[in-house]
């Protein structure tokens, strides 16, 4: 197939890196898709992910973005206003984007094949403006989003913005989830958000972990694991799409591919939930198993801890926090 589909993970050039050779010409014939970590603004505030607009332009170019999944818990950080600004600005340069609630996915057809492109965010991401694809527990909404999909695309990749921030497994929510999507029709799955690239199963890309985020006071907590991320490049043969993928690793002043990526199968016996419990990094995290009880005791101490960890005053410490543990 010419000009393959690739897929890339968080991505926001707040600060520029140089960006390798070797990887610029890689991606220079490719149709690449990203999630936009950030917002467009006028000046760059490194207490927020704001991305002024030379910078904006530089990024899509140097790594020839061709779309942009909005449907994230940062694009509204800079208030409503930045983000008609944002959505404005990406309809002027004429970029497309996905990831709305009224445009939860795009078409886009490579050498005959169509391929629809279906994104949503988890609401225990801290993701909650109604603007947006959202998915909270049950997955109705993202069904019938497939199933119009199916009437007119050869194939389905999801790519949502889901997971645990910093955690190393996927949320046993998520194994639901997806087994739900593969299911409902999906061919391949690809995740972002938790910056971290986890173990993955089968179709079922949990994280890809971050292309680019900038040092500032937003990402200054990140593990130096989170440095790193893959490419994944969906590769054809006859009904099904094999799975190819390559590493990329960066610094606050590059990018570059990794020959390497530390990447690994998802492998555990017999009760996820169970593995789940004793080796996953956050233990302070509510865990979701589909069951009633979700929405009576976890979701609403989910939704607390959200709100009590967004008061400024908390914010203003965990980060001090974090930097020293770091």
Request: proline fraction near 5%; charge should be positive.
């Amino acid at each position: 197939m010419n000009n393959p589909l690739v897929f890339l993970g968080d991505v926001n050039f707040q600060t520029v890196p140089k960006v390798e050779d070797k990887l610029a010409k890689y991606l220079s014939d490719k149709v690449v898709v990203a999630n936009f970590e950030g917002y467009l603004s006028e000046t760059t505030d490194p207490s927020t992910l704001g991305i002024t607009m030379e910078n904006f332009l530089h990024m899509v170019k140097v790594l020839n973005i061709k779309y942009l999944n909005i449907a994230n818990n940062h694009v509204f950080d800079g208030g409503l206003e930045c983000f008609k600004h944002t959505i404005k600005a990406l309809h002027n340069l004429e970029i497309e984007f996905f990831g709305l609630k009224e445009k939860p996915f795009i078409i886009v057809e490579i050498g005959g094949l169509k391929f629809g492109i279906l994104s949503f965010a988890w609401r225990m991401t801290g993701t909650k403006n109604k603007a947006l694809n959202i998915c909270i527990l049950r997955l109705s909404k993202i069904k019938k989003q497939i199933k119009e999909l199916k009437k007119t695309v050869d194939y389905i990749i999801i790519y949502p913005h889901w997971g645990i921030d910093m955690e190393t497994l996927p949320h046993p929510w998520q194994i639901l989830a997806a087994q739900q999507l593969l299911k409902l029709g999906a061919d391949l799955i690809i995740g972002h958000h938790p910056h971290m690239i986890q173990p993955f199963q089968g179709k079922v890309f949990y994280s890809i972990g971050n292309t680019y985020l900038p040092e500032n006071e937003v990402t200054r907590y990140q593990k130096k694991t989170a440095n790193a991320g893959l490419i994944v490049v969906p590769k054809i043969n006859g009904k099904n799409i094999e799975i190819e993928f390559k590493g990329i690793k960066f610094s606050n002043e590059q990018i570059y591919l990794d020959d390497n990526p530390n990447v690994k199968l998802l492998e555990y016996s017999g009760d996820y939930v169970k593995f789940f419990k004793r080796y996953r990094a956050k233990k302070m995290i509510p865990i979701f198993t589909g069951k009633v009880q979700d929405y009576f005791f976890a979701l609403p101490y989910l939704l607390l801890l959200e709100k009590i960890v967004h008061l400024k005053p908390i914010m203003k410490l965990l980060r001090k926090r974090r930097k020293r543990n770091k």
